[in-house]
């Protein structure tokens, strides 16, 4: 762990293990955090805020997050080959949101921020109390901020918190997901190695313990809760923080849709379906409804199903591998467990429907369930309105345009999306009435540190990227005093 600027086990000496996702096997062990350990990162946290210069001093930051991007790349290849180790993520996708990414702009960009963001301005003429009020609205950082970071992508989202936060001034206690802990295990090291940032600015605790992450949502030391993750889980946490009023960024599920109008080309169809499966369907903005125009309807279940049986699936080391495995065990039956809920309510399974069967002998013990379509339902169908987060696609079918953006704003989610069509304003027009965080249009691609990216309704609150994602790290003061007089000469 990371504390106070001191690379450091537990207090009780407690590990706890890190398991491969595609083999199942032991990777190795981290040191297991305990109430008193988050305790002596909250406490460093607040002290390095209110006790240190960070806050104020723009160029030590700009210097730190310089050096820290430095050092990442110097470890780019160790790193790519650990994400592909822990998190399961096939070796095609580090080239892109994984990795190589965020890399490249996920701390640039926030540091670009520094120099660029309006941090005061002042606002014109004396409002009612005439020319000699003087009102400046200042923007300050926040304070100590939770980062609690999820499995799915965990460098990028660590990254994409890690930056605005700290290019803010804030301070930060870094909870990563018990299942990839080594890569931000790995930034705490790099950190205190390599970067001048002040001890106790970041502070890197992994633990198992949903009670001792439970601390960061009570703590009144801690002054925003920065996730992203399950929708239950961001749901107990602005519970937990409400006593203490804590700003809140939350990142949660998603149940995205892809519509396909009657005139999108075949191909898109199936590129769009396939890219479900991508990580195993472990992404909160994966389209895994797809609305299909009736008349294209029968032609594209079949495509699809015929992509989904040639998908590759295997060992992520693999580069040709689009799917590997899910997270863990307890993911894996979540799976499992919600396509057999759509088999009970009637749904066609028209390939997959279980575990990966003919892999290789080292992969038998590995998480890896077979990519799946599902028809046969309406949109009230589980299936239709769960997050799964696994190679799971169901496809409806709509009549028009207006059936369409029905069904797909009758979710409780609104995270992204995707419309299909020849006709480009006809696409922009159906994209423009969906109620959805972030949308594509014919494979626009909406992802960029300058692009804020979060949901609607049980998709979240606020925003990550972009200067709104930058801005939730910062609090708004106005202050304002009276002008002298001028005494005419």
């Known amino acids: 762990m990371l504390i106070d600027g001191e690379l450091t086990e537990a207090a009780s000496g407690a590990r706890f293990d890190n398991l491969s996702p595609a ?16 305790e002596r990162a909250i406490a460093a946290a607040r002290r ?29 290849d160790d790193l790519r080959e650990e994400l592909i180790a822990e998190v399961g993520c096939p070796v095609m996708t580090t080239q892109s949101a994984q990795l190589d990414w965020p890399l490249a702009e996920a701390l640039r960009y926030p540091t670009e921020m520094i120099l660029d963001f309006p941090w005061e301005r002042t606002l014109e003429g004396g409002g009612l109390f005439g020319e000699r009020n003087v009102r400046t609205v200042v923007k300050v950082p926040v304070g100590v901020v939770a980062a609690i970071t999820p499995s799915n992508f965990p460098i990028e989202v660590i990254l ?32 205190a190695e390599h970067t001048d940032i002040p001890p106790g600015v970041v502070n890197v605790v992994p633990t198992p313990s949903n009670d001792v992450a439970g601390l960061l949502g009570a703590d009144p030391r801690v002054d925003m809760i920065s996730f992203t993750g399950s929708t239950g889980v961001g749901k107990l946490l602005m519970r937990q923080g409400a006593d203490t009023m804590k700003r809140m960024f939350l990142e949660l599920g998603g149940k995205s849709v892809s519509i396909v109008l009657d005139d999108a080309p075949p191909a898109a169809i199936v590129a769009s379906a396939v890219g479900v499966c991508v990580h195993a369907g472990q992404a909160c903005a994966a389209t895994t409804r797809m ?23 295997g060992d992520p080391v693999n580069p040709e591998t689009l799917v590997g495995p899910v997270i863990s065990a307890a993911q894996k039956k979540r799976v499992l ?9 009637g749904a066609e399974i028209t390939t997959g429907g279980g575990p990966m069967t003919g892999l290789a002998a080292h992969l038998a013990d590995g998480h890896f369930v077979a990519p799946t379509v599902i028809v046969g339902v309406d949109n009230s169908a589980a299936i239709a309105r769960q997050e799964v987060f696994g190679p799971v696609l169901v496809v409806l079918p709509f009549s028009d345009d ?34 959805t965080g972030s949308i594509g249009v014919n494979g626009g691609m909406y992802y960029g540190a300058d692009a804020p ?29 009276r002008a002298p007089r001028t005494t005419p000469q």
């Open 337 to 345: 467990d919600a396509i057999d809920q759509a088999r009970a309510d």
């Open 291 to 313: 609305l299909v125009h009736r008349a294209l309807f029968d032609d594209a279940v079949a495509g699809i199903t015929a992509a989904y049986q040639a998908v590759p699936v």
């Open 402 to 435: 207006d059936e369409a953006v029905r069904i797909a704003n009758d979710s409780a989610y609104g995270l992204a999306g995707a419309v299909s069509s020849r006709n480009h304003e006809r696409a922009m027009a159906v994209a423009r009435r969906i109620r």
């Open 453 to 481: 990216f979060g949901g609607f309704k049980n998709s979240g609150v606020g925003r990550q990227c972009g200067i709104e994602g930058f801005e939730q790290y910062t609090e708004t003061m106005t202050i304002a005093h």
């Open 160 to 191: 994409n918190k890690l930056g605005p936060a700290l290019a803010a001034g804030n301070t930060v206690v870094l909870k990563p997901d018990p299942n990839t802990p080594w890569n931000a295990t790995r930034l705490g090291r790099l950190i």
């Open 48 to 76: 390095a805020f209110d006790e240190t210069d960070w806050s104020t001093n723009r160029a030590l930051r700009a210097r730190c997050l310089e050096q820290l991007q430095a050092a990442i790349e110097a470890e780019k």
């Open 23 to 38: 083999t199942g096997r032991l990777l190795g062990t981290t040191a297991a955090a305990d109430a008193l350990d988050m």
